[in-house]
């Protein structure tokens, strides 16, 4: 089991796991601008996105995941989402040379960690598109390559007596996959991040354009070899 979490924070960090990382942030924005319940919709975006990888590792839909056109829609997919969060960072980098060259203010994020989220706003259309959203993004991030040692133990899943011990390593393993995403919500939930991002906004324009360029750039160029 200490494996299986060791191996699933590794991969947790993976450039495709890492859009939907990103994916996450900016749906948490766009929530908070319209004072929606943010925790319930991420709740279910977080465990759309387990059962879903779950599911997947456990060989669901294998066929499909693995055809050369499902690869070729992957590729093509995360080209395009590499060059969106390199544009996106393009953008912060404007608005740090803004902050400290010009003395112009930005806003980096709504107050997400002050004041209750207003009730009555829970829309099942905004769900079910949040659910939608983790299942596609938790397929395409399946033509990452797998780690090794959970691709060959995971094929013991129906041998008698493996099932059980195969099946927890599993549960384990896709737990630490989505664990970053569990402590980015909790981060940006936080008093402390939104008064961080407010008084510094110079230095969190420039981190979060070094992390959307950085990882938009190598979305681009991992999947533009192949």
């Known amino acids: 089991m200490l494996a299986a979490v060791v191996y699933g924070l590794v991969d947790a960090f993976h450039r495709c796991l890492l859009f939907t990382l990103f994916f996450l942030v900016l749906m948490i924005f766009e929530l908070a601008k319209r004072r929606a319940n943010v925790p319930k919709y991420v709740a279910f975006f977080i465990a759309a996105s387990y059962v879903s990888l ?46 400290t ?81 569990l402590g980015v919500f909790l981060l940006l939930e936080s008093d402390f991040f939104a008064r961080w991002a407010h008084q510094a906004q110079s230095m969190a324009k420039v981190v979060l354009s070094a992390l959307l360029v950085a990882s938009g750039s190598g979305l681009i160029y991992i999947f533009r070899q192949y």
């Open 101 to 181: 060259r010009r003395g112009k203010q930005y806003s980096i994020i709504a107050p997400l960690g002050t004041g209750p989220y207003e009730q009555g706003t829970f829309d099942i259309k905004i769900l079910i598109i949040a659910i939608m959203a983790a299942v596609i993004l938790a397929a395409f991030s399946t033509i990452w390559p797998v780690n090794q040692y959970i691709l060959i133990y995971s094929n013991y899943l129906l041998v008698p007596g493996k099932t059980l011990e195969i099946f927890l390593m599993l549960l384990v393993y896709n737990f630490m996959l989505v664990t970053p995403l």
């Open 54 to 99: 779950l599911l997947f590792s456990m060989g669901v839909f294998m066929q499909f995941l693995y055809a050369k056109q499902f690869f070729a829609a992957g590729r093509i997919f995360y080209i395009f989402a590499g060059a969106l969060l390199a544009v996106c960072g393009a953008v912060h980098l404007r608005d740090w040379w803004g902050l």
